[in-house]
């Protein structure tokens, strides 16, 4: 399965400053997830978003937050970015057979 | 919360050879453990998962095992290929496939020719 695409490919912020990633899940998953991978980590989970309602949160400050819209899409918005936020940020759309992922947004925060 | 512990972190074998993945996690309620390749650039992408009412699965030249008892599951990829060179992560979760992952910290496989 695949079909999960992520936008921008690439953004490059300052410290301060706000950004909004998205998300288009594979057609038919109601159930998304952000996660976030430091450079040689694995993903860590930031939260999952299932009918539109928040169904999940791992360890992450409340300015990471999202919104799922009808057509099961999402966002990820973060405020007042720090460098540490520097990272890939992948999202996974979810099916009784798995979670699939997009190829994710690379943030740079200066 | 779950924990899963990744092992070795960069692994290099010649093409042919068999390559093995070890993880072991700490939550004895996960129940389902998928295994995920990312190449350069790219997302993470699902390769073979297990189920805890499942002892073993293979799919073509991989199999992953999973022993309940001692908390451990591992990834076999038999006569590797250039191509399997990437960074595999395991992971675990309490549930089916719509729930949290927990990964480990990845293995980077080289595949020499």
């Known amino acids: 399965e695949t079909g999960v695409t992520q936008s921008p490919t690439h953004l490059i912020k300052t410290r301060g400053q706000q950004v909004t990633l998205r998300c288009s899940s594979q057609?038919?998953?109601?159930?998304v997830s952000w996660y976030q991978q430091a450079l040689g980590q694995g993903p860590q989970f930031i939260f999952q978003?299932?009918?539109?309602?928040?169904?999940g949160r791992g360890n992450f400050p409340p300015r990471f937050s999202g919104l799922q819209f009808p057509n099961y899409s999402s966002e990820l918005n973060v405020n007042a970015l720090e460098l540490d936020d520097s990272a890939l940020y992948l999202c996974?759309?979810?099916?009784?057979?798995?979670?699939?992922f997009g190829p994710g947004t690379r943030l740079t925060v200066l | 919360g779950e924990n899963v512990e990744q092992h070795p972190s960069t692994l290099s074998v010649q093409e042919g050879d068999s390559a093995v993945i070890k993880c072991t996690y700490s939550?004895?309620?996960?129940?389902?453990f998928p295994w995920y390749k990312q190449e350069l650039g790219k997302g993470p992408q699902l390769i073979i998962d297990?189920?805890?009412?499942?002892g073993e699965k293979k799919d073509q030249r991989i199999a992953v095992t999973l022993n309940k008892t001692a908390k451990h599951f591992s990834l076999h990829i038999t006569e590797t290929q250039p191509e399997d060179s990437a960074v595999y992560f395991c992971?675990?979760?309490?549930?089916?496939?719509?729930?949290?992952?927990?990964f480990g910290q990845g293995t980077r496989l080289t595949i020499n020719p």
């Open positions: 297990i189920r805890s009412n499942v």
């Open positions: 978003y299932y009918r539109e309602e928040e169904n």
């Open positions: 939550d004895s309620a996960s129940n389902y």
């Open positions: 057609s038919g998953h109601n159930t």
């Open positions: 996974a759309s979810s099916s009784p057979s798995g979670q699939f």
């Open positions: 992971a675990a979760s309490p549930g089916q496939g719509a729930q949290k992952l927990v």
